[in-house]
């Protein structure tokens, strides 16, 4: 489930684009015409993920259906609407009396869910290339800032952003993984922040995690933050109120800007 903060403005992806716009514009008047920059998250904003845990599901039933012939009955049934985010809540949705399929398909995901080879099964998101390509025509450029990491993901990240048409390869386009598989996100990108900015500003960031969202506007308070409508990790911390959120990249869909004062 998706949930809204209702104290964070909801816009179109029209207007998110519209202010990245203008605010490049504003800081190239004042840096005298150096690039701005906007970063893009990858899993669970331009990519949903989940079509990768599902195949991993599959996987893990085939190889248990000998001794566990109902696990591979009712993972047939699943669709993506019945996962969330974490590996246990796929096993949840199961319904299963088995106590330790959980930790037991956890284990089995890790193993695979952070490699190259499940990767190209990720459905891009409706309308995240054209997104990109329109702030790259427009002259910014775009940073695909991951916590996938290099040593492992690296070939899949190319793969997934080549095949579904993200500007890639040129001066406007950058990928920035993780060094290392056990870094945390939230540092990684912290540190990360710190250091693309050196290159020109950084007018907009997106991302699907309110604690990715709330951490970027403590390093660059001045930076357009924006938080995609999908699953993010549970428990996540209050969104700030100073966040904007989409509900996808669709340039196709307008409505009125959507502002609450409280949850």
């Not at 974490?86 to 949840?92: E, G, L, Y």
């Amino acid at each position: 489930m998706v949930e809204r903060a209702l104290h964070a403005p909801l816009l179109s992806a029209p207007r998110v684009l519209e202010r990245l716009l203008s605010a490049a514009t504003a800081e190239s008047a004042r840096s005298h015409g150096r690039r701005s920059w906007v970063a893009l998250d990858m899993d669970g904003t331009l990519f949903d993920n989940r079509p990768r845990t599902l195949a991993i599901l599959h996987s893990f039933a085939t190889a248990h259906r000998d001794t566990l012939p109902q696990l591979l009955a009712a993972v047939q049934k699943l669709t993506l609407d019945d996962l969330h985010y974490t590996p246990s809540q796929a096993i949840d949705a199961l319904s299963l009396p088995q106590k330790d399929l959980g930790e037991r398909f956890v284990s089995y995901w890790r193993d695979r869910f952070f490699t190259n080879s499940f990767q190209p099964l990720d459905h891009v998101e409706a309308g995240a290339a054209e997104f990109a390509h329109r702030l790259v025509d427009a002259g910014l450029g775009v940073v695909y800032l991951t916590g996938r990491d290099r040593p492992g993901m690296m070939h899949g990240v190319l793969q997934s952003l080549d095949a579904h048409g993200f500007p890639l390869m040129t001066p406007q386009a950058q990928v920035v993984l993780k060094p290392d598989f056990h870094l945390d996100d939230v540092a990684f990108k912290r540190a990360a922040l710190v250091e693309l900015v050196k290159n020109g500003p950084l007018v907009g960031l997106v991302d699907n995690e309110p604690g990715i969202v709330n951490m970027a506007l403590e390093v660059l308070p001045e930076t357009l933050c924006v938080r995609i409508l999908r699953p993010h990790a549970p428990n996540p911390p209050r969104l700030d109120a100073r966040a904007v959120q989409i509900p996808s990249f669709r340039l196709d869909v307008e409505f009125a800007d959507m502002i609450a004062t409280a949850d």
